[in-house]
Each structure stands twice: as C-alpha cells, then as structure tokens.
C-alpha cells in the first residue's frame, strides 16, 4: 500500500511518521506538500504531529485551510483512510472532520511522558490488529489535548463507539488519575461517524522501535495496513454515512 | 478601518486558565474576585471599504476562523 | 537626518571609555559618524569582541585529530566518522531572560540553533543549563516558570528535542540568573558551511524576519555592562521568538544548502546585520557593501543606526554565489521567507553602508575586528576567596538521625527529581533519543549509522566560588564521567563561561583560574574544546555570581546497542564502587543545607579520573555492568537511591549496602569524593570486573546487592523506596506548583 | 461588578501570532486585511465595591498579574 504523510509549515514528526512506516513497518510512504493538491494516490493520509503554523491562534486552525486540506476532505468524503496524531488530530477537529475539539491541558503545561491508553473498539480499521480492551502504553507530547465537545456530541460519539482510544492506568481503569490533559470521558483518540477518519493525541510513530520506548504504536499503522489490504470499505459500509 | 473583535468561551466550556488566574489573584490578596474568564482580543486592521461590506467580511472572518463555533462565541466593532 | 554630535561623551554611553574612543579616532583619521560609533561600539563591546577573555581563551586546547572546526566559526564540529561531522555550541542569554523570563530563554535557544544549522547541520539535540536564586526568594518561581516556559515553547515548536541539561538553586544567583543553551547538529564532514565572505561581487543576501527595533544594544551593551539602576533606561525593546518563523528559516536554509548556491552564511544574533557582515568580510579578507534601503523592515522610519544595530530574531546573513540569486529566492519562497538582496562582496576590506543613496558609514575591517581592544586585565584573589576556605569539620556535628539528612537532602532543590522541568520538553521528537532525561547523560542515536552520541552538561559553581580553578576541572570531569556512565568516551566540550565584571580583579581572577582548570582537564582527558561563549558582567548592585563555567560535553559510542542508564535493572545484581571515598565534606550540598559555605571542595586527581573512565567504558563495551551512575552533589548515598528511584517506570528495585571507612559516618555518606562511580552487574562478571579495575589500578568495592523494596545502608540507613520517592518527587513541584 | 480587562503588545513588539493570522486571512482571500494583533480579553467578576477603590484594585491586578509590562499594555473598563 502507499501512505501519505502531509506536511504543513511547522510540521515536526512529519519525519517520524514517513521513518516509523517505511524503516519500521517496510511499507511505502510518500510526503505529501502542504500547497499541492494532490495526493499522488495514497491509500491513507496521515497527518502528523507539530505545531502546523506555530500552532497560533488555536491548534490546527490554520493548517486546516492549506490547499492540500480540500483533498484530504474530499478523499476522507469518498472513504479514504485518514490517521491525524496530535497536531493531526487537532487540524482534523479544525476541520470538522471529526467531532470536538483539543484545548489548552488542564493543568496548563506541555506534557512529554508515556501514557497507558485502552483500545475501546477493535472492530476498526484502526485498531483490528489490536485486542478488545487491549492496553497501549505510547508517548504523549502536547500543550493543547484537552478533548472537549457538546453534551449530545459526547452522547452520540459514544453511541456510535466513536470512542477508540481512552487513558487508563496500567490495569485498564478509566480513572481521573490516569488522565493526562482532563480529556473529558478520559478520550485520547477518536473516529468520525463514517468510520474512516481517525485522529488521537498519544504518537504511535514514536513507539515503533524496543529501543525507543516501545512498539505499542505499530498496532496502529498495522491495524491500517490490514484494513488497507482487505479493502477497508467493509468496515465502512457496516454504517450508513451520517450527517 | 479597524475591527475589534472579542472571542470569549461558551458559557459551560471550562476555563482553566482563567481559574488559574483567579486563583493567583486570590492569593495576591484579591479577595474581591469571584470569577475569571480568558478570552482573546483582536485589532484587525483593514483597508477603508463600504461599512456594510467591511463588517460582512469581518464577521466572515469571524466564522471561518478566528473564533471556533464548538467553544467560542464572537463580537466585534467596526471603527474608521 | 539629524543626529548625535559625536563626542567621547556619547562614546562612553555606547560603553566606550575616552581610551577606546581616541583610538578609534586614530584607526579612522577622523571623529565617526552616529552610525559608525553605534557600529564601533557594538563590535568593540565584550560579547562580541571578547577583549577580556581572548588572551585567555587561547590557551584552551582546541585542537585534535577529530576537529573539524575549533573555535572561531558559528560552532564547533568534530568528525564522528562515516563521513558525518558533529555540530555542537552552548551559549547564555542571562540578561534577557531575567529581564523577560520566557521571551528571554526561548531567544536563545533560537540562537543557538541559528548558530548550528548555519554550519549545515540539522539540529537533534539541545541541552539548557539554569541557574536560579534561592528557591523560597520572591521572584525565583516566576523566573523559572518563564525560562522553563520559554525553553519549552521554542525547542518544542521547532521540533528539536531538549534531551537534558542542569538546574541548581543558588542565592549567589537572585538577581541574576543564568541561561546557557546548547544544541549539537550532524552534518556530512564534506559539507559544513562556514561564514567567511569571499567572491568580490557576490551578492549579499538577508533571509527570513523583517527587521524591527528589537533589542538594539540587547546582546551587545546588555551583556557587556552590569545590572543596576541604570539597566532601565538601557532596556531594549524585548526580543519575542517566532519559532514557527525559525523552523521555516531551518528547513529552508538547509534545503538551500543542498543547491550549491552559498558561498557563506551566518545567523544574525547579536549587533544583528552589523557584526554578521562585520564578521563575514572579516574573515573572507574581503569588503562588503549594504543598501539599507532594501533590508525588509517591519517598523515604520527606522534610521540607519536602528537597522544596523536591531537584534531581531529569525535572520540570516548569505553570501551566494553570483548568478545563483534566484535559486535562493525560489527556495525562499517555497517556505513563505523573505529573500532580499541588500548588498555585495567588495576588494577594499571596508564595511560600506549606504542609505537613500547616502553613504552613511564607511569603516576599514580591521580596527572592527582583529583590531579590537585586548586586554590583560588586572587578576588577583580577594581576601574573602581565601578566608572562604577556611572550615574546620570538628565544630560540625554528626547528624542525629541519618535517615532524616538522607531524605533532607533527597528534597534539595538541587538534587530532586528534575522531572518537573524535562517533562515539559518534547525530548522524543527526530525518534533519536534512546536515553531520555533521567540518567547521568543522553543518548541520542545517529540515524544511519550504530553510532550514538551522549550529551551532559555541568557545573557545580558551589564549588567553583571555593575554588575556581578545581571547580572548573570537576566541572569537565563530572560532564565526561557522566557521558563515560552511558557508554559513551568524551569527545569534546563546549564552555560557557558565566561570570562577574572583569574590570575587577578578584573576578578576573575566578576567569583565569577557571580557565587553567578547564585547560588542564582537558588535557588530561584529551578532550578539546571546539566551542563556547563568555558571559561577562553578570552582576547586580556590585555583587557577582558565583563562578560559573559551565561545560556541555559530547561523548561519542560506535555502538548505540551498548549504552547504559543509571538505575538498577535486576533482583541479585552485585553494587559495586569504582573509586574512592575521602573525607571530604567542603562545599558539599549537605554542608550547604547547614548553611555551612566554606571550605575546599572535592580533591581531584586526573589521573586516577581517567583511570576510572577507562575502567567503566570497558566494563560498559563488555557487558558487564547493567547499570552505571556518577557520584555528585550528595554523595554515595543520594547516588545508591537515585539507582533504586530514577528508573521509575522501570520497576522499583531496593539496595542493601555496606559501608566501611575509616572516616566520618556522613562524609561516608554524603560527602562528593570525585572519581566514583556505582556500577552494578550480575554476580557472575564481579571477577573478570576486578580484574579490569585492578588493571587499572582502580579502587574496587562491593557495596552490596540489588534487594527488595527498601535502602539500606549499613546500620546509619534504612528507608523504603515510597517514602524516598515521595520526597525526591515532589520537591520542585511542591515548592514551584504546578508547570 | 464585571471589570473588563484588555491586554495588547506594546507597539513594536514582534507578534508572531498575529502575522501568521494576517497571512491566513490573506490566503482566504480577506484582501483587505493591512495588519492583525493579537491581544487577551479578561472578564474578571467583583463583588460591588466602592467604585474609586474597585478601580484602584483592578488597575493592581493589571500591573501584578494580568499584564507582562515588559511587552505589554492595558487598559479595562469597569461595570457594575
Ligand atoms: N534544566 C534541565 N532540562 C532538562 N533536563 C534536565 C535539566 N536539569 C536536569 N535535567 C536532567 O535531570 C537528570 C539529573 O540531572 P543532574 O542532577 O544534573 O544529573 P547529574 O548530577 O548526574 O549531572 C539528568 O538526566 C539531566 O539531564
Ligand atoms: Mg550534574
């Protein structure tokens, strides 16, 4: 398969993703320039982490009207995988192209450090080569992942199981404690209502190797490429597409 | 021409830079303070054009980015 | 435009006494324009012309087989092997981040990135050495949240992992703190880029921010004159960091390094566009002309002097080979920079500024640059450097309860758990960190290659106010222990060397006694120093800082598979001491917590220094030690719990030690005896481990074992890890609230 | 009583955040946009007070707290 990895002005782990999936995962993956439109075929677009335009005035806010922008939302329209981590989460949310939005931590500050996330659906394009339930220890590193959204928006993305990645402890407990950035319902990743655009704020890109902290983060690109492999519009179509 | 424009959090959305605030106020002494609220002000400045058009464009602005309609409510004035 | 008269008067508010003036009149044959004065005065100022220090620093040893480039260039860079070079500079920027803490730190990290991507290197790692005031003085949590801040914001956003650095909390330090940054990039040995204007006719080319009134006299005069009630008159416009605007100018510097369209290039940092051309034709041998009309401004009437002398962040200087113009403004463009052409490279070894068609200055190089003031300044110790020597350790009482001094020390601002700081840097991004914050030292991987790098920067100026000259070599030599415990063999250093007026005698002193230490151990270890800085004038009200001459060092290991931390790693493992314990207790942290200040500090032989390098990088190469660790500030003691406590996510693992010693049970046990590092291992490799260190005829002990869920030192100590850890841990956030 | 505060950069104080707006709004085609800076908005809520001290207070907090004097300036209005 061929990945795409956008990079906009202020883009970081850009690197880091096109590393962790053609080093690590031996697959092919393409940068994709913030001011082309084309996306040269991919069949996943990630979007990384970083602070896309300096992160000013919100995270995500600018990047969100980058030429290369409108391709990304017309491919995530036509069922094309999208993989927004961090930055790319935020620029996603940005973008209404998934629910909510990342506001400043809870406790004010950057947060670097390692965190225990459990996979909620692994029924997913995203996560099927985890385990229900599974835990995923991966690195956090934002000042901004603060999930927030509408009572009813929370109601629904939980109904749909929207929901794919939640902070817990090492044991799975969903607890206050465990919740880095007060996320509300400890969220660390979720999915539009289509089931093809997905966006977290742990970075799985830097969990791909034992000697670096881990290879938690390859069940993700993995999760990915199986989907891709097995035409991953089987798991779209088992949902109407929504609003 | 100069628009103000005032972005201030939903009321319901937290705000914990502006309890923060509140907080170190209080312990400055300033017992006087129940709440604090951060928004964000912007002096945006732009070339003379009809008024009504001008604030159009503004509120435009306003919508497509400056202000993000899930967390945030937006106001602003128009001056020559 | 009507200006200043110029007169000597005017001189000395540029910080020119009359002596300096004369003899610019007599280099000129002529009184200087405004102008010229604001360009004389910039580039005779001590940060930019070192006039203090020059005679001094020449006696580093700045050479060795592996030096690609000494000092003199943007930065430092020594060859690593596969044809890769490694970049490396540390640099302070005190006064700006006392005066602004966050806009003040973030600036320099710019800085000094500036400094190394300029060579060609993409930057993977930066370091930040802080020294506050006492930590319970009012102002000393609002300066660390804004330099912490700052750092954080600048190094995150331009995605250059802070990988580690130092802090310590000392009252010498309340109205002047220090902020040394340091970064290392890797470049291709073939490809590193210098700044020396050459090609008469080439084109000289500005690239990134506008320029505004930004920190006019900042670097320049700021870092060249004491604080007092005279800086707030002087206080510039504050410099603010764009790191977004830097992360373009880096990755389009970078791209166009790679077109074959640079003859040379060079950050403007201090005295902005003056020193950079200055330096640039200086060095080229050449001249160079600027058409001020065409800088990209971003205020309105700005004069000659303001554009020349403005500090604004996120520029560079580029000389480009002529008829290469458009590949730079195309690259330019592509990440949305500014690209000016704003003058040429000229024969007549003259700085030519020209203003609306106005010849505004016209300077020969060479008084600017080589012709600068030097000075052998008056250097002679202070009555109170010795009377500061003086303890006697029979009036200083054994502690009562030894348990309580260990935990009273595990809660010193100055050995606590630094977590507070690095987890507010983004140390992961580039995926090179394979050692993050939390050991003797980082280790940061070489992409392409099973090499790696580590990285510790340090300075204890504790001991460096005792005695300047054995606290500058305990400074190069805890920054090498702390690289040999990761595996790595040292490499070379970077210095920057923080200090008080060097007009008076008594500080001149601490430099050159400083100097000769880092000379010395640097010899000894055969280490260069390709790189620093020298930060003078740190003063406020008349009183000094403590000496202090940081050292960032870089140890190079061939193989990353074999790097080692410095916390426990198994049940039943052997502890094992390398080196030996002296009673010594001058300027210790345990005598600092009794407000004891005097004292000499730790005795060092280099020799038995190396000794012990050699032993545990040998040990590391040959897998036998699981864990290796420095002893430092709060000896044996603090250092047998930082192996239990640091590894934290790694699991808990306990001690039980023995400790023998004819001399006092707490200098045992918190005493700073150099040379010592804990090792531990699997019992099976003790012997071919004593045969290395007998070889090396190195002190050899075995502490104990690698046990349980608590810390026990012979019968003085006996405390579980959770009651360590909760003091050890929230220390700094206890006392500094929430990042 | 609500004091509302208004926290701007001095003038000639780099604003980065502002010149990456401005070039956004550029981008989408806002034209006329000459210049954006970028400001905080503060509503700070007070119990009644005599209105003199009040100000007196708020004015404290701008210069302790809210406002950076080093880069920036304020102003506020105060309502009952
Ligand atoms: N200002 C800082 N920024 C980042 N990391 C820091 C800072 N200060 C200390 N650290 C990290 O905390 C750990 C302990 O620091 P230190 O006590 O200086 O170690 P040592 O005494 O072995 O030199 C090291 O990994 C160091 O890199
Ligand atoms: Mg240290």
Redesign the pocket.
């Known amino acids: 398969m061929r990945w795409g990895v956008v990079t906009f002005p202020g883009s970081l782990d850009d690197h880091d993703a096109l590393y962790a999936i053609d080093h690590v995962l031996g697959q092919t993956a393409i940068p994709l320039w913030h001011k082309e439109r084309d996306l040269h075929g991919v069949d996943c677009v990630v979007l990384p982490g970083g602070f896309s335009y300096g992160d000013y005035l919100r995270c995500g806010a600018l990047a969100r009207f980058a030429p290369v922008m409108e391709s990304v939302a017309g491919f995530a329209r036509d069922g094309g995988l999208v993989f927004g981590i961090c930055n790319g989460f935020q620029v996603l949310c940005e973008a209404g192209l998934l629910p909510g939005v990342l506001t400043r931590n809870r406790n004010l500050s950057f947060v670097c450090e390692y965190v225990h996330v459990r996979v909620e659906s692994a029924a997913t394009a995203f996560t099927r080569a985890c385990g229900p339930g599974e835990i995923l220890t991966l690195p956090i590193k934002h000042g901004e992942g603060c999930y927030v959204a509408s009572e009813a928006t929370l109601r629904e993305i939980e109904e749909e199981g929207q929901v794919l990645l939640r902070y817990a402890d090492a044991g799975g407990r969903v607890t206050e404690a465990a919740n880095p950035n007060g996320s509300l319902h400890n969220i660390a990743g979720v999915m539009n209502r289509q089931r093809n655009v997905f966006g977290l704020m742990p970075h799985p890109e830097h969990a791909v190797e034992k000697a670096l902290g881990g290879e938690d983060g390859l069940k993700l690109f993995r999760s990915i490429a199986a989907s891709v492999a097995a035409g991953h519009t089987e798991s779209v179509a088992s949902v109407a597409p929504g609003p | 021409m100069l628009a103000k424009v005032y972005v201030t959090l939903k009321s319901g959305v937290l705000d914990p830079a502006g309890k923060a605030i509140q907080h170190s106020l209080h312990s400055l002494g300033f017992e006087r303070v129940t709440d604090v609220r951060l928004g964000k002000y912007l002096e945006v400045w732009l070339d003379r054009g009809p008024r009504a058009e001008v604030e159009r464009e503004v509120d435009e602005m306003c919508r497509k980015l400056l202000a993000n309609g899930v967390i945030e409510d937006y106001r602003f004035e128009l001056q020559d | 435009m009507d200006e200043p008269q110029v007169t000597a008067a005017l001189a000395a508010e540029h910080g020119l006494n009359e002596d300096e003036y004369r003899r610019i009149v007599a280099a000129i044959g002529r009184i200087p324009t405004y102008v010229e004065l604001g360009i004389f005065s910039v580039m005779w100022s001590e940060h930019c012309s070192y006039k203090s220090s020059r005679r001094w620093l020449r006696e580093l040893p700045t050479t060795g087989p592996r030096v690609l480039q000494g000092p003199g260039e943007n930065a430092g860079a020594m060859d690593i092997g596969d044809g890769l070079a490694a970049v490396f500079k540390i640099e302070s920027h005190n006064h700006p981040s006392y005066v602004e803490p966050y806009q003040g730190a973030a600036t320099g990290v710019g800085g000094i990135m500036r400094d190394v991507f300029t060579m060609g290197a993409r930057p993977i790692a930066n370091?930040?050495?802080?020294r506050f005031g006492a930590i319970d003085h009012p102002r000393t949590g609002y300066l660390v949240h804004g330099v912490?801040g700052g750092i954080g914001g600048y190094g995150n956003c331009i995605g250059v992992p802070?990988?580690?650095?130092?802090?310590y909390f000392d009252a010498g330090y309340n109205e002047n703190i220090l902020v040394n940054a340091f970064t290392l990039g890797i470049v291709r040995a073939d490809r590193i880029f210098r700044a020396s204007a050459t090609g008469v006719g080439n084109p000289v080319i500005y690239v990134g921010s506008k320029t505004g009134r930004d920190g006019i006299h900042g670097a320049s005069l700021l870092a060249s004159a004491e604080f007092g009630d005279g800086t707030e008159h002087k206080r510039p416009t504050v410099q603010v960091g764009d790191p977004f605007t830097e992360k373009l100018l880096l990755e389009a510097c970078l791209e166009l390094m790679e077109r074959d369209a640079i003859v040379a290039i060079q950050d403007m940092g201090a005295a902005g566009l003056t020193s950079s051309s200055v330096e640039m034709a200086a060095r080229g041998e050449t001249g160079i002309r600027l058409d001020l009309d065409r800088v990209p401004l971003r205020e309105e009437g700005m004069t000659p002097y303001e554009i020349l002398l403005s500090e604004s962040q996120e520029r560079m200087l580029i000389v480009a080979k002529a008829g290469s113009e458009d590949v730079v403004r195309e690259v330019f463009a592509k990440w949305d920079l500014d690209a000016a052409i704003i003058g040429e490279v000229t024969d007549d070894r003259m700085i030519r500024i020209v203003f609306r068609g106005q010849e505004v200055a016209c300077l020969p190089l060479e008084p600017l640059a080589e012709g600068a003031p030097k000075y052998e300044r008056p250097a002679a110790a202070s009555a109170e450097a010795e009377a500061r020597q003086i303890l006697n350790l029979d009036h200083v009482a054994l502690p009562g309860d030894y348990n309580r001094a260990l935990l009273g020390l595990l809660d010193s601002p100055n050995?606590a758990s630094?977590q507070w700081?690095?987890r507010q840097?983004d140390h992961l991004v580039r995926g090179n960190t394979v050692v993050q914050?939390?050991?003797?030292?980082?280790v940061v991987r070489v992409k392409g290659t099973h090499k790696a790098l580590a990285l510790?920067v340090?300075c204890n100026s504790r001991y460096c106010l005792l005695d300047p000259y054995v606290g500058a070599m305990i400074a190069v030599v805890?920054s090498a222990r702390?690289v040999v415990c990761a595996g790595a063999v040292p490499l070379g250093i970077s210095d920057c060397l923080n200090f008080g007026n060097p007009e008076k005698p008594a500080i001149m002193w601490q430099f050159v006694e400083a100097v000769h230490g880092i000379r010395d151990a640097c010899n000894a270890l055969g280490v260069p120093v390709v790189s620093g800085n020298v930060s003078f004038y740190n003063e406020t009200e008349g009183r000094a800082i403590p000496p202090t001459p940081t050292i960032a060092m870089v140890g190079l290991m061939d193989d990353v598979t074999r790097h080692t931390t410095?916390w426990f790693k198994g049940e039943g493992d052997v502890i094992v001491l390398l080196g030996r314990t002296r009673e010594e207790l001058g300027g210790s942290e345990y005598l600092a917590q009794q407000g004891i200040l005097t004292g000499t500090p730790p005795w060092i032989d280099l020799q038995v220094e190396t000794h012990v390098h050699a032993v545990c990088t040998r040990a590391i190469q040959d897998g036998l030690v699981r864990s290796a660790?420095?002893c430092?500030?709060g000896g044996l003691a603090v250092a047998l719990a930082e192996c239990c406590l640091s590894g934290s996510v790694r699991g808990e693992l306990g001690a039980v030690v023995e400790l023998e010693g004819a001399i006092r049970p707490d200098a045992l046990l918190f005493g700073e005896s150099q040379s010592r590092i804990i090792v531990s291992l699997r019992r099976q490799h003790l012997g071919r481990l004593r045969e290395l260190a007998e070889r090396h005829e190195t002190p050899f002990t075995v502490l104990g074992e690698v046990r349980g869920h608590r810390l026990t030192i012979g019968s003085l100590i006996d405390l579980t890890l959770k009651e360590m850890r909760q003091v050890w841990e929230t220390a700094l956030p206890r006392r500094l609230g929430a990042a």
């Open positions: 370091l930040d050495s802080l912490v802070t990988v580690g650095g130092d802090m050995i630094r700081v690095y840097y914050p939390g050991s003797d030292a980082a510790s340090d805890e702390n410095q660790h420095d430092s500030e």
